[in-house]
């Protein structure tokens, strides 16, 4: 960690012991130098920028290619076709692209924080980006620390700095002034982002902006992403692919045309006919269509999409490595168990108040252990330095995390400490030290004080002689109670005791620790950051869904061990490993490292690098991987594992800024939704590619078929990207927004090397296309031999094809389920979507002016129904392919 030297910013002209701070001119000379206190923001892109970067796409230059070879040839109706597709995809993925970004620069403007910093001598109040290095600030509890500062005097001061390290546990700062040029112990230091939850302090500042601990962290994530949405990944391959088979068939039909004496003209002309009729032209908008969909499903379930292909990235994942405070946890802490000296144990999961929770004990009546959980409650909240207080949009706490937890519990059982305190005024109090271990308070009741005393567990031990059992005071055993608290301990429970005691009013000594002694124990209380109410069943639905879940955190080995069992993680004790188990194989290669995470489910006590160093691991194992997180240390992960999901209530701007998808209400289960949205946009978008490729492949097929056979071009360069873009386009962006399936969670995932043309996509494809390609060559040859013109004969190939493609909609809502269970209603679009296409293309035959361009015409009833009875063999061999796929499902699982 670097910071500016203290002893030269003293040297020019700031105070280390507070004094008269800084000057305001001195201030501004070092605002200019070190710049301001604000993270790194990433360049915001202009909307024309925005606009360009939605045509860096492998498919997108095919159809660029495609335009600009009909621009050459004078062929304006084939380019401005091409080109609307182009700019209106462009539109849609700018205008998605832009919105996110807006969004995502509001969340970050939310936050704009204070600072208590002297200068001129006098505290004052100042927006925390005007800081700068040898500032002198002022701390107390409630507040976040606005930058890297060394403590130079501290009063009970604690923080809780869980979203830099993940411990959920406070961080004790020493209460001696810090020797400012001396000392590199974290102790000594606070550090921006953290949450000051109790005491009060002074220091200098040492760092700001970029060199905060949190600004090195929001640099690094700054950098490229270093993976790619599986989405993008499959395109490319699904474009290249695309590109080959345009390239091999041009070539083979090419020389064929040399072959036939075809003029170079006639080549042109066809090596267009070819590309149109083999790019789907039509992919990008559906594709952006099918994630806009699912993006605006996901945004009513409170999960933010910031960029548009994380929606099908997120259904993809094969791995979850989620951290453990904020996320698995509601980073709260809470009073979850309580030990009574004779055993009886009240153990409350979620809480609630005493009347709800579970007694257990050797017969104890449940009153009785009440009355004497209350007694512990009242030694709680008395010597309690926390406030709770209700306001109007809810519950502001002020202290330790520790004091808060102990006065909630207190009020959910009946006991709020207002009404107490009437009854107990307060005389004297002896705040918590760490160095001492425990607090006490003395309160003044009828002719006597009584002493309320809360602590760690060994201390008040030692002060107790006697404890409380079923109500009356007995000689102590403090065997048993030590052991209550190392059973407490082994669950993973941050536990505290509890004591009172009675002296007289008039004291001799005043009221001091030489009073602490000849204490009643009254019990132990066990505290939890407790799992969320909906991750139990979140992780099942993943574990169900074929989606592997992995904890990785900053805190401590048994207690990550503890909540992941509460949370519903499956795991082995070999499965549990701590940073330096990641370090030591680190240090031993990427090949010892990937054999760890293959195993290893639990991850505690892991930095922010190691957390990077995991994800990665899991990637190179085969995994694609999700990972959640709401701290500045989650930061890097998110930025670089293939999704990234922040928690957006608690989360900080950094994990924000880093992630894929922000969950808003920081419900865990919302990312089970957001796999079953992300399947969804997955599997429609391979509808929409099955549809456009089967019709694409079958226009292919019936050149290959017709070109050789010394027939003239079927369609012409205009009737194709009529149907691709026209007919074809209206169907598919309807079929992009097909509803769920219901099963999509009832399924494991998609391997992460599985292609898009899979073993049942290619078969269906190589099934329609004979149909349709053999189907349309086969008419469009007797046509001809009957007598048909050239033009004639193509005005019914093209209403066959549009028929083809109305057919071949229906049959691709589903890869398994039959339409007539799916039902024809079910997606009322799609049907208005086959209407309009058809309706267009009735309506271009008796408008003269598309008449003339596409060349087609009206036809009588009798062809009409010929047609017709065609097209409906494109439906019928795509089911009858599903039945026998749905009586064999141990072959589809094969697939």
Not at 44 to 68: E, G
Request: aromatic share 4%.
């Amino acid at each position: 960690m670097t910071f500016v030297a203290l002893p030269d910013l003293a040297s020019r002209g700031g105070s280390l012991v507070g004094g008269a701070g800084l000057s305001h001119e001195e201030a501004r000379l070092r605002l200019t130098r070190f710049g301001s206190n604000s993270l790194p923001e990433p360049q915001a892109s202009s909307l024309a920028m925005t606009f360009l970067r939605q045509f860096r796409s492998p498919l997108i230059y095919i159809l660029l290619a495609a335009a600009l070879v009909s621009l050459l040839l004078s062929d304006l109706k084939d380019a401005l076709f091409i080109s609307i597709v182009l700019i209106a995809n462009g539109i849609i993925g700018c205008l998605q692209e832009h919105t996110a970004g807006k969004a995502a620069l509001a969340l970050r403007r939310l936050e704009q924080p204070k600072a208590s910093v002297i200068r001129d001598g006098r505290l004052q109040e100042i927006d925390a980006r005007l800081l700068v290095p040898g500032d002198v600030v002022a701390l107390e509890a409630g507040g976040r620390v606005p930058a890297d500062i060394r403590l130079l005097s501290a009063t009970d001061l604690v923080c809780d700095e869980s979203l830099l390290t993940g411990e959920s546990a406070p961080v004790h700062k020493p209460s001696s002034i810090v020797e400012a040029a001396s000392g590199k112990d974290g102790r000594s230091m606070v550090f921006a982002g953290t949450l000051v939850t109790r005491g009060r302090g002074q220091g200098v500042v040492a760092a700001t902006g970029a060199a905060t601990e949190i600004g090195k962290i929001a640099t690094e994530i700054g950098k490229a992403s270093i993976t790619k949405p599986p989405l993008m990944i499959r395109l490319e391959r699904f474009s290249k692919f695309i590109a080959w088979i345009v390239a091999v068939a041009i070539a083979l039909l090419v020389v064929v045309g040399i072959a036939r004496a075809m003029t170079p003209s006639e080549l042109f002309m066809m090596s267009v006919g070819l590309a149109v009729s083999a790019i789907p032209e039509g992919l990008p908008i559906a594709i952006s269509v099918a994630l806009a969909v699912s993006m605006r499903r996901m945004a009513k379930a409170h999960v933010i999409v910031r960029r548009m292909p994380a929606v099908e990235a997120l259904g993809s994942c094969t791995m979850i490595a989620t951290d453990k405070t904020g996320t698995l946890t509601l980073n709260e802490l809470t009073v979850t168990d309580i030990r009574l000296p004779d055993g009886t144990e009240i153990v409350c999961d979620t809480g609630a108040d005493l009347d709800a929770c579970t007694i257990r004990g050797d017969g104890t009546p449940p009153a009785e252990a009440r009355e004497r959980a209350l007694a512990l409650f009242k030694a709680a909240s008395l010597p309690n330095e926390g406030s709770l207080v209700k306001e109007a949009n809810g519950w502001s706490a002020v202290g330790d995390t520790v004091d808060i937890a102990l006065l909630a519990a207190a009020r959910k059982a009946g006991l709020p400490r207002e009404a107490i305190e009437n009854d107990y005024p307060l005389v004297a109090r002896i705040p918590y030290e760490p160095d001492l271990k425990y607090a006490a308070s003395f309160h003044r009741h009828g002719d006597s004080v009584r002493i309320f005393v809360k602590g760690a567990a060994e201390t008040l031990i030692d002060m107790a002689d006697r404890m409380d059992v079923a109500g009356r005071a007995v000689p102590i055993d403090r065997d048993i109670l030590l052991h209550q608290k190392e059973e407490m301990a082994a669950r993973g429970l941050r536990v505290l005791a509890f004591a009172e005691g009675e002296t007289a009013i008039k004291t001799e000594g005043g009221f001091g620790r030489h009073l602490l002694v000849d204490l009643v124990f009254l019990g132990l209380a066990g505290m939890q950051d407790p799992v969320r109410p909906e991750v139990p069943q979140a992780i099942r639905d993943c574990h169900s869904a074929g989606v592997d879940v992995a904890m990785v955190t900053g805190d401590d080995p048994r207690t990550a061990a503890a909540i992941a069992s509460h949370a519903g993680l499956i795991f082995a004790e070999g499965q549990v490993v701590i940073g330096e188990d990641v370090r030591r194989a680190e240090e031993n290669g990427q090949e010892s490292l990937d054999a760890l995470t293959r195993h290893g489910r639990i991850y505690a006590r892991v930095a922010p690098s190691e957390k990077l160093a995991i994800v990665l691991s899991l990637a190179r194992n085969g995994h694609f991987v999700a990972v959640t997180g709401d701290g500045v240390n989650d930061a890097p992960a998110l930025k670089h594992a293939h999704i990234g999901v922040a928690m957006g209530r608690k989360g900080t701007e950094v994990a924000k800024e880093s992630a894929d998808i922000v969950i808003i209400d920081d419900n865990f289960a919302s990312i089970v939704s957001g796999i079953r949205e992300g399947r969804v946009a997955y599997a429609n978008i391979r509808k929409v590619i099955f549809m456009l490729m089967s019709t694409g492949a079958a226009e292919l097929l019936l050149f290959l078929l017709a070109i050789p056979l010394g027939l003239p071009m079927p369609l012409l360069p205009v009737q194709l990207l009529w149907l691709n873009l026209v007919t074809n386009g209206i169907q598919d962006i309807a079929l992009a927004g097909e509803s769920p399936e219901g099963d999509e969670l009832s399924r494991g995932p998609r391997r992460p090397s599985e292609p898009i043309f899979d073993q049942l996509m290619i078969r269906r494809i190589w099934q329609s296309t004979l149909v349709m390609g053999a189907g349309g060559f086969a008419m469009f040859y007797v046509l001809l031999a009957q007598g048909y013109g050239e033009s004639e004969a193509r005005n019914l190939l093209l209403l066959l094809f549009v028929l083809f493609e109305n057919f071949q909609t229906l049959a691709s809502r589903s890869e398994r389920k039959s339409l007539f269970q799916l039902g024809f209603l079910a997606n009322p679009l799609l049907l208005l979507s086959i209407a309009a296409a058809q309706g267009l293309h009735i309506a271009a035959m008796y408008i003269p002016i598309l008449g003339e361009t596409l060349q087609v015409s009206p036809i009588s009833f009798s062809e009409w129904a010929l047609l017709l009875v065609t097209a409906s063999s494109a439906l019928l061999v795509v089911e009858i392919d599903k039945w026998r796929v749905r009586s064999k499902p141990v072959a589809l699982c094969a697939l």
